[in-house]
């Protein structure tokens, strides 16, 4: 086979497209989850971080937390879903945040025993929410069983925003 000209593309075969296709979704896969999991961007405790996305879990509820437009606040939230038990959003306001990743839930590593889930599981639920413009917000959540609806909150989360 004769060498291609400076210039010329070289052909795509099937295996040349499927291993772009196996990086592309690597890096994809990798840029989506690198956001959460892990303090960053914003401020929590007043500490303001260049990076652009925060985590904040039950231990921040009841606490104020700063950030800026653009960012990214995950919200990281324990519940057992399989008892009925789910957080849901108390009117979540949409004009400072746009929800970009639904509720996801995690059962946690430590409820599984090889071969089976343990009945009743803590598992993590966690949203991402893209703070849009400037000023002052609250989240709110609470607990609770969907049939029995909000006034039967078992437990509330609340954190004050302030958008700078």
């Known amino acids: 086979m004769p060498f291609p000209t400076l210039g010329a593309e070289p052909p795509m ?21 690198s956001g959460g999991g892990s303090t960053g961007g914003g401020s929590v405790g ?26 990214v606040i995950y919200i990281e939230l324990q519940e057992t879903g399989s008892t009925g038990y789910a957080w849901y959003f108390d009117n979540l306001d949409m004009e400072y945040f746009e929800a970009i990743k639904d509720k996801s839930v995690k059962i946690l590593s430590n409820a599984v025993k090889p071969g089976k889930m343990i009945t009743g599981a803590p598992a993590i639920a966690t949203w991402a929410l893209k703070v849009k413009k400037k000023g002052q917000a609250a989240l709110k959540l609470r607990c609770y069983r969907i049939w029995e609806g909000p006034q039967s909150a078992v437990d509330t989360f609340s954190v004050q925003v302030e958008i700078e």
């Open 46 to 71: 007043g500490v303001t971080t260049p990076d652009k996305s925060m985590t904040i879990t039950k231990k921040d509820n009841g606490g104020k937390i700063s950030t800026n437009p653009g960012s």
């Open 13 to 33: 075969n099937k295996r040349t497209v499927l291993s772009i296709a196996v990086v592309v979704v690597f890096l994809i896969f990798n840029i989506e989850s």
